[in-house]
């Protein structure tokens, strides 16, 4: 059964610091990951996909990583700002089927 | 492009009532998954359908259900509703022929509230 876990739960920064998400998988048989961002109350926003095949994905100031073989990928985000405050979460998608296999998020504050 | 939609954006029902939420797929799309989140958790893949077909199940009770329509919209009906049920129902649409993505498309959840 694949678990996905997600460090730290919570983090706080000051506006402007570059910062990195992580996310680790027990099954490495995965078909994608894919990195969501929900604000409080909200549905998911997806922010980044990438394939098994990729090593990295990057959009703006988000660039996801994955490592299969180790089952970790990192988000790094850049120069944060005060929107970018909300919930991160990860999750993979297990080859053979088309379900996505959740985190449960880094709650990301961040203070002007 | 129409995104996903769901209705209503908040319920809240009385333990043992019975409830049925529903999504709008985005265009072109032709899966539906349905997820349970509750507070502070991930979110939990409850049922996903593939042209109207049932295509996977997670953990969930026979008293979750679902449809799907000719238009690929979908409802999950849920019945003898508990406490515990209270969650985020988050809906999402693929389409599963585009074998280079699978990527979902998520709606805005509806809040259900069980008292």
Redesign the interface.
């Known amino acids: 059964k694949q678990e996905v876990t997600q460090i730290p739960a919570a983090l706080s920064v000051p506006e402007g610091e570059n910062l990195v998400l992580n996310c680790s998988f027990t099954d490495s048989a995965i078909y994608n990951l894919q990195w969501f961002r929900q604000d409080p109350g909200k549905g998911l926003t997806s922010l980044l996909l990438i394939q098994s095949s990729q090593r990295e994905q990057t959009s703006g100031r988000l660039n996801a990583s994955l490592d299969k073989s180790s089952g970790r990928s990192t988000l790094y985000i850049a120069a944060s700002q005060p929107g970018d405050s909300a919930t991160y979460l990860c999750a993979v998608m297990n080859s053979g089927y088309s379900t996505l296999t959740f985190g449960k998020g880094t709650m990301l504050l961040v203070s002007p | 492009e129409t995104g996903v939609t769901?209705s209503p954006t908040h319920l809240i029902k009385t333990r043992g009532q019975q409830v049925t939420l529903r999504c709008s797929s985005q265009s072109g799309h032709n899966?539906v998954?349905w997820?349970q989140q509750a507070l502070?958790?991930?979110?939990?893949?409850i049922f996903?359908y593939y042209r109207e077909e049932e295509?996977?199940r997670?953990n969930f009770p026979p008293r979750f259900s679902g449809l799907q329509f000719p238009n690929y919209s979908s409802e999950l009906n849920v019945n003898a509703l508990e406490l515990d049920d209270s969650a985020?129902y988050?809906c999402?649409s693929?389409l599963?022929e585009l074998e280079?993505?699978?990527?979902?498309?998520?709606?805005?959840?509806t809040?259900l509230t069980v008292t």
């Open positions: 769901q899966t998954s997820y502070g958790q991930g979110p939990q893949f996903q295509n996977g997670g985020l988050l999402a693929s599963a280079d993505s699978y990527e979902q498309y998520f709606g805005p959840g809040r």
